[in-house]
C-alpha cells in the first residue's frame, strides 16, 4: 500500500532571476547544511498553484519575492 498522497509527486522551484541595466543576472543560493548549491524546491500543496508554491519556496528557503512566470522551464 502506498503511504505517500498522490500531490506528493508535482513539484515546483524558482531560478531568480533580476535585470540589472539591461543585463539577466541570475541569483545563486547555497544551502545552510552541506554549502552547496541549490534551487529552491517542493512538493505543490494541494490549495496552491505551481506558481504560487513556487513563490513560497522561493521566500521560505531563499527568503526572496518576486514575480514568477505563468511558463514552465
Request: hydrophobic residues 40%; without cysteine.
Amino acid at each position: 500500500m502506498n503511504m505517500v498522497p498522490d500531490y506528493f509527486y508535482g513539484q515546483s522551484s524558482v531560478i531568480p532571476v533580476r535585470l540589472v541595466e539591461g543585463k539577466v543576472e541570475v541569483m545563486v543560493i547555497s544551502s545552510r547544511k552541506n554549502k552547496r548549491w541549490v534551487v529552491p524546491k517542493g512538493v505543490v500543496e494541494p490549495e496552491l498553484t505551481p506558481q504560487e508554491s513556487a513563490s513560497k519556496e522561493a521566500l521560505e528557503e531563499a527568503g526572496i519575492t518576486g514575480l514568477v512566470l505563468r511558463e514552465s522551464i
